[in-house]
């Protein structure tokens, strides 16, 4: 299984990254930093391109120029023309966003863009049901998780990025089973969203799961870099 810190950016900075000592929040730096502590890959989102607020694009493009690991890179992305472009910047894979999950044409378009190999889709979750942030779909919504993964897998999709959305920065625990759930179609299956404890790490890797995306956890201290790393 693949750790996947996040440094989610908005306005230039690492969003619920300490601001001191200096640099704590500049985004490259927590990038250097999480690579130096072995990361693999990292998980990187443009918040306010995600809640079409702007955009931090001289950030992204200094942040995967700089290669300091693989990065895959999500945050409302929903036209196969902004993968692209994401691709182009150095990103290792891109994930569309779940306001396009529902959708088979757009779905089918990035595919073409990125292959299989270099996409993701974003399952955003709450309550057992399909809850895209953003901007939701109607043939998303009215989805539950495991039947929009299995139309996922019939077009190619390989990869997801299961994330119970209330529980997203609040510690609250991963949703486990229900990103189990979505694995069982036969995809890959990122899990996101309340990691907060090294047992859960254990339990996701135990489950099959292909991944966890850890960000506050790390920024409070709840655990290092380097003891989430040994448990997956």
Not at 66 to 73: D, E, L, N, P
Not at 105 to 114: D, P, S
Not at 191 to 208: F, H, K, P, Q, Y
Request: with cysteine; hydrophobic share 50%.
């Amino acid at each position: 299984m693949d750790l996947y810190p996040a440094v989610d950016v908005s306005g230039g900075r690492v969003a619920r990254a300490p601001r001191s000592p200096a640099g704590a929040d500049d985004p490259l730096e927590v990038a250097r930093g999480f690579a130096a502590s072995g990361a693999r890959w990292l998980h990187y989102v443009d918040l306010d391109r995600a809640f079409r607020r702007g955009a931090n694009h001289p950030v992204t493009r200094a942040l995967l120029g700089a290669a300091v690991a693989r990065v895959q890179v999500g945050g409302g992305l929903t036209a196969a023309r902004d993968v692209a472009e994401l691709l182009d910047w150095g990103a290792a894979r891109v994930v569309l966003g779940a306001g396009a999950a529902g959708d088979p044409g757009a779905v089918e378009r990035a595919l073409a863009v990125a292959g299989p190999g270099r996409l993701a889709v974003a399952l955003d979750v709450a309550g057992g049901r399909l809850a895209p942030r953003g901007a939701p779909t109607p043939a998303a919504s009215t989805l539950v998780p495991a039947e929009l993964a299995r139309r996922l897998a019939a077009q190619g999709v390989r990869t997801v990025v299961y994330t119970d959305v209330p529980r997203d920065g609040t510690l609250g625990g991963a949703d486990l089973q229900g990103a189990a759930a979505v694995r069982a179609e036969g995809l890959d299956v990122i899990v996101s969203g309340g990691i907060a404890a090294l047992d859960e790490l254990t339990r996701a890797r135990d489950a099959g799961l292909a991944g966890a995306v850890v960000g506050r956890a790390l920024f409070d201290g709840r655990f290092t870099l380097t003891e989430a790393l040994r448990c997956v």
